[in-house]
């Protein structure tokens, strides 16, 4: 099953320092110092588990963030419950492969208490046949499925959205401070190597406490 990439950190580690914290001004990437004041759009970063919901062309698996992941037994047949079968899919992309992309989430999950006491599947991307799809396509499938979709917070350069998570920024699903944000510019780019250009900003890795 395909393994959604990694998503970088815009600033190299301290690794001398018992919490490794971030390097400010020390882009892990060229490309970030390079677009780093151009327009990204941001999205809520969930605490949780990475989870993909992959379909063949005739049939729906579920996986984690690798192939040996173990995937919470409530969550599993949470995922059951939205995805009985592969009859939606077959209806939306006959023979097609797809891949659902997104974060398992909930009391029992990392630190996901906080999200609610039940667990749930939150979508954040797609990939259909080798394409990553658009936002405004991903809203329409997230409809489609009956899926909530990771919301945009907002949009801008680098630099606001890492001032907008340092000052605790609130989560849309409650009253408390989100994960962060991941980070894409506006219209989807990739690195000479062929990897996306995109980035996550946590709000833990700039606590000093």
Same mark, same amino acid.
């Given at each position: 099953m395909n393994e959604y990439h990694k998503? =970088?950190? &815009?600033? *190299? /580690?301290? &690794? +001398?320092?018992?919490?490794?914290?971030?390097?400010?001004g020390q882009w892990t990437l060229p490309e970030f110092e390079y677009l780093a004041n151009n327009a990204w759009t941001w999205t809520e970063k969930v605490d949780g588990t990475n989870i993909r919901i992959k379909y063949d062309g005739e049939k729906v698996e579920f996986g984690g963030k690798t192939d040996n992941a173990q995937l919470p037994g409530r969550l599993v047949k949470r995922l059951q419950?939205? #995805?009985?079968? %592969? %009859? %939606? #899919?077959? =209806?939306?992309f006959g023979l097609t492969p797809v891949c659902l992309y997104?974060?398992?989430?909930?009391?029992? !999950? =990392? *630190?996901?208490g906080t999200?609610?006491?039940?667990q749930d599947f939150v979508l954040f991307d797609i990939k259909i046949d080798g394409w990553w799809l658009q936002r405004k396509h991903l809203e329409s499938l997230a409809q489609t499925f009956g899926l909530d979709i990771v919301p945009i917070?907002? =949009?801008? +350069?680098?630099?606001? %959205?890492?001032?907008?998570?340092? +000052?605790? &920024? *609130?989560s849309?699903?409650?009253d408390f401070i989100s994960e962060g944000i991941v980070a894409r510019p506006a219209i989807e780019l990739k690195a000479r190597?062929?990897? /996306? !250009?995109? +980035?996550? !900003?946590?709000?833990?890795? #700039?606590v000093q406490e």
């Open positions: 998503i =970088q950190t &815009m600033f *190299k /580690r301290d &690794m +001398t320092h018992p919490k490794k914290l971030l390097i400010e419950e939205r #995805f009985p079968d %592969a %009859a %939606a #899919f077959k =209806q939306e997104g974060e398992g989430y909930g009391a029992g !999950i =990392q *630190k996901g999200y609610g006491p039940e917070v907002g =949009q801008g +350069t680098l630099y606001e %959205a890492i001032s907008h998570v340092k +000052t605790g &920024m *609130k849309t699903w409650g190597n062929g990897e /996306r !250009i995109i +980035t996550k !900003i946590k709000h833990c890795d #700039f």
